[in-house]
């Protein structure tokens, strides 16, 4: 009998989610398994046997303490079934731009707009993982502003404009994988930190003249800049940058009709990232796994404590 070792294990498309997940206890079996992938083990005293009480609490025959499958995890709390959960969970990761508030309410019978939103936030916060493997090779890096008509003018945080720093791998003429961050500002206070956290030392990083990167010299990179010519337009320089650039604008435009909560960028800018970098996928079931694993992983749960009614939208042109 199989024991608990789970090696990714994820239905491949949607007859098969259909399939797998229609009852509680599936879901319910797959959310234990991503959680402790080899088999129950308790957080306090690390001993693996434990007796399941009527309340569904795993509890450590060692030490007694009682441990939630989904306490500190985004089903934290919640009274609506697992299986409603994991169908928003596939529609989030398998749709080509994902799932709109308004869609996912309808799709599945919610009571609220509300409650669909908040849903999704939470999806979008099992979008990052700790740890991930940064950039590597040649990687491009600009900064982009979002919420406004034009890039703008650095430096000068235009009232309306969100400053978003953004890092592509080149793989060839095309791109491989791509960060994106809300900044601050574009001063090397902002952009150095951002680079450090993402991109592998000794990588190749192409910018622009800014000032804001000069610092990287001093740093474990090399550091290539380019510089736009009478010859040579805005788009040849990085290209990279300036696509990832479009298709965001596009989608803000699109999608978000230009409204933008500058209080929640970030968390779109990451649902973002995780779609383009899996992209080429060949299962699409293998992005509802990360974000099951995700899901489950109760370290970032502080991070996922998104704070609610606190809507600021930005209007962009
Ligand atoms: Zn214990």
């Not at 399939?19 to 599936?26: G, L, T, V």
Request: aromatic share 12%; hydrophobic share 35%.
């Amino acid at each position: 009998m199989k024991q608990f070792v789970i090696t990714e294990d994820f239905p491949e498309n949607e007859m098969e989610f259909d399939k797998r997940f229609s009852d509680e206890q599936a879901c319910y079996d797959y959310l234990f398994r991503n959680r402790w992938p080899t088999g129950f083990v308790c957080s306090r005293c690390r001993h693996a046997k434990y007796w399941l009480s009527s309340r569904k609490l795993f509890i450590c025959t060692n030490c007694q303490f009682h441990h939630s499958l989904t306490a500190g995890t985004i089903f934290h709390g919640t009274r609506k079934k697992l299986k409603l959960w994991f169908k928003a969970l596939w529609w989030f990761t398998t749709r080509k731009t994902g799932i709109s508030a308004m869609t996912l309410k309808a799709l599945l019978g919610l009571g609220s707009y509300d409650t669909a939103w908040t849903w999704l936030h939470k999806l979008r916060s099992c979008t990052i993982r700790d740890g991930r493997e940064k950039l590597s090779g040649m990687v491009e890096v600009d900064e982009i502003y979002v919420g406004g008509r034009h890039s703008g003018k650095r430096g000068r945080g235009a009232e309306n404009k969100l400053a978003v720093v953004v890092a592509a791998e080149k793989h060839g003429k095309g791109i491989g994988r791509i960060r994106l961050q809300v900044v601050e500002n574009c001063s090397g206070n902002e952009l150095v930190p951002f680079i450090k956290t993402n991109i592998a030392s000794g990588s190749t990083v192409m910018t622009d003249g800014w000032k804001g990167y000069n610092s990287l010299e001093k740093e474990d990179y090399r550091h290539q800049q380019v510089f736009q010519t009478k010859a040579v337009n805005k788009e040849s320089v990085l290209p990279g940058v300036h696509l990832v650039a479009s298709l965001i604008k596009r989608l803000f435009l699109g999608t978000y009709h230009g409204r933008m909560d500058r209080n929640h960028l970030q968390r779109y800018l990451d649902e973002y990232a995780f779609r383009f970098n899996r992209k080429n996928t060949k299962f699409v079931g293998k992005r509802f796994y990360r974000i099951v694993q995700q899901s489950v992983n109760s370290i970032p749960f502080i991070r996922r404590n998104i704070i609610l009614g606190n809507i600021n939208p930005l209007v962009a042109n």
